[in-house]
C-alpha cells in the first residue's frame, strides 16, 4: 500500500524556518515527480514546489527565493527547506507524487504566526 508521510510541520515566528520531509513507500520513488501543496485556512490547494523526476524544479512565485524542494532517492525522501516565513505561509501541506498515478499524504501544518 502507498503511503506518503509528511513530518516537519509546526509553530514558527515570522522570519524563521522549517523543513518539511515526506517519507514515500511502496512506490519506485525515482521515478516519481515529488511535489509540495498547501491548502491556507478558507483557500485551495495550490501547488507549492515540484520536484522532476529528471531533477527540474519549479516553484510559485510566492516562495521563489524562499523555499527549495528537494528529495533523496536512496531514501526514497522529499524535502521542502522553507526559510523567510511569513503568515501568508500558514497552511497544511501535502506531499504528492505523480507518475501514472498520483498519490497524497495526510499532510502536517505549518503556522507562521507571532
Known amino acids: 500500500q502507498v503511503q506518503l508521510v509528511e513530518s516537519g510541520g509546526g509553530l514558527v515566528h515570522p522570519g524563521g524556518s522549517l523543513r518539511l520531509s515526506c517519507a514515500a513507500s511502496?512506490?519506485?520513488?525515482?521515478?516519481?515527480?515529488m511535489a509540495w501543496y498547501r491548502q491556507g485556512p478558507a483557500k485551495t490547494r495550490e501547488l507549492v514546489a515540484r520536484?522532476?523526476?529528471?531533477?527540474?524544479?519549479n516553484y510559485a512565485d510566492s516562495v521563489k527565493g524562499r523555499f527549495t524542494i528537494s528529495r533523496d532517492n536512496a531514501k526514497n525522501e522529499v524535502y521542502l527547506q522553507m526559510n523567510s516565513l511569513k503568515p501568508e505561509d500558514t497552511a497544511v501541506y501535502f506531499c504528492?507524487?505523480?507518475?501514472?498515478?498520483?498519490?497524497w499524504g495526510q499532510g502536517t501544518q505549518v503556522t507562521v504566526s507571532s
Open positions: 504528492h507524487a505523480r507518475l501514472r498515478m498520483e498519490y
Open positions: 511502496d512506490i519506485t520513488f525515482r521515478l516519481y515527480d
Open positions: 520536484l522532476r523526476s529528471g531533477g527540474s524544479a
